[in-house]
């Protein structure tokens, strides 16, 4: 009995907390229910601009910038590099593409072809500009863009600048057995250039270690033994 009378007294305790936490919460609803309705309200708003902005401003936005980019494109791989960058009546030219459809992918592809351009058109302070403005996740491409940016400061007569670049771009995909060990000469051979006779020599050798197929490796051993490194 005395055991059936605690359990109704714990009971009965339960309940009043039970209620007395529904109150609290009901008090609590009352009281800022505005701000929290404001709150979630602000908060689906946010969330439908987002998807609206995808939808029918980012996504259209990227299919023209896309397809201005591809008639570009034509030209560039025909050589036409003057009408790749500059367009004409019908094809707005990469430069355009970058000024027009800013943030997008499209113009962040069209700052690669833009310094390429300017590389082959010889303005090379230009291809300087719109190939360090480039950036990509593909580190394939990456390479590409680097090893560009490194002729380009070839061309301007910054060798250290160039170095840079070519060691960057010779190390950045070395499963790449065609750019990586090109690139990684260039930096050697630049550095001799300036009297950096033991980075040659490290360029050099990593040729001849890690791609030892290249055509670049075919003849390594005349560079290294010019700087003393007989095999």
Known sequence: ?????????????????????????????SRYSKQILVGLTAVVVLVAGYFAYNSFVKAPKELQANEAVWKAEEYYKIDSFSLALNGDAATPGFLKVISRHDGTKAANLAKFYAGSC????????????????????????????????GDAYAELGKKEEAISQ????GTMVEKDEFNSPEYLFRAGYLSESVNKNDDAIRFYKKI???????????????YLARLGEIK
Request: aromatic share 12%; no cysteine; net charge negative.
């Open 1 to 29: 009995m005395a055991t059936e009378v605690k359990q109704e007294t714990n009971l009965s305790a339960e309940r009043n907390h039970d209620q007395h936490v529904v109150d609290r919460a009901q008090d609590f609803w």
């Open 208 to 222: 001849k270690e890690k791609y030892p197929n290249s055509q670049r490796a075919y003849d390594i051993d005349k």
């Open 118 to 149: 300017y590389l082959q058109l010889g303005d090379f302070n230009n291809a300087v500009k719109y190939l360090k403005d480039f950036s990509t996740d593909s580190k394939e491409v990456q390479l590409r863009a680097t090893g560009l940016l």
């Open 166 to 169: 070519y060691e960057k771009a």
